[in-house]
T-cell receptor
Framework: KQEVTQIPAALSVPEGENLVLNCSFTDSAIYNLQWFRQDPGKGLTSLLLIQSSQREQTSGRLNASLDKSSGRSTLYIAASQPGDSATYLC??????????FGKGNQVVVIP | GAGVSQSPRYKVAKRGQDVALRCDPI?????LFWYQQALGQGPEFLTY????????KSGLPSDRFFAERPEGSVSTLKIQRTQQEDSAVYLC?????????????FGEGSWLTVV
């Protein structure tokens, strides 16, 4: 089973600080990796999809990096806002019609 | 609507009752997925459809779980003789392409509580 670990499990930061969320996966033979956001009581929203051939992908204040060989991805959120409070889930894809999810990084941005 | 729609949003079932959860994917999406998410955990894969064909059902936890997508659009996840351990959020997702390697769009989930 492909294991996905997200560290830290939970963090609180003051508004304006940059967020760094880490994801590691045991099997480096990924096709791509997606980062999702989940608000309480809601479904998942795809934030970024980064292909295995890419080193990073950016969307607005979000930047995801990928180091496939070491089995790591990092999501950076610049200048955090209270609206960024959510759980962030990392999901590598191995070509087997399913995503392997971690437990998530639960983020609280304090105004 | 423009997104993935799931119903009911909340369901309380007595142990032993059968339940049916419905998913309306985004129109034209080929792939449809069901995931189960327990409290505090990431989603776990249940099953995958490409159009009407169920290509992978290896994640279904027991033979009490059954899913169908007869016309390649709407899907139903059925759980027979529900048990307390079935309490979870059931998430449906769809994608335009024929695999999970594309951007995937999730519904808001059906919250099942078995009492």
């Amino acid at each position: 089973k492909q294991e996905v670990t997200q560290i830290p499990a939970a963090l609180s930061v003051p508004e304006g600080e940059n967020l760094v969320l880490n994801c590691s996966f045991t099997d480096s033979a990924i096709y791509n990796l997606q980062w999702f956001r989940q608000d309480p009581g809601k479904g998942l929203t795809s934030l970024l999809l980064i292909q295995s051939s890419q080193r990073e992908q950016t969307s607005g204040r979000l930047n995801a990096s990928l180091d496939k060989s070491s089995g790591r991805s990092t999501l950076y959120i610049a200048a955090s806002q209270p609206g960024d409070s959510a759980t962030y889930l990392c999901a590598p894809y191995y070509g087997n019609n399913r995503l392997a999810f971690g437990k998530g990084n639960q983020v609280v941005v304090i105004p | 609507g423009a997104g993935v729609s799931q119903s009911p949003r909340y369901k309380v079932a007595k142990r032993g009752q059968d339940v049916a959860l419905r998913c309306d994917p985004i129109s034209g999406h080929v792939s449809l997925f069901w995931y189960q998410q327990a409290l505090g955990q990431g989603p776990e894969f249940l099953t995958y459809f490409q159009n009407e064909a169920q290509l992978d059902k290896s994640g279904l936890p027991s033979d009490r779980f059954f899913a169908e997508r007869p016309e390649g659009s709407v899907s139903t996840l059925k759980i027979q003789r529900t048990q307390q351990e079935d309490s979870a959020v059931y998430l449906c997702a769809s994608s335009l392409g024929g695999s999970a390697g594309n951007t995937i769009y999730f519904g808001e989930g059906s919250w099942l509580t078995v009492v």
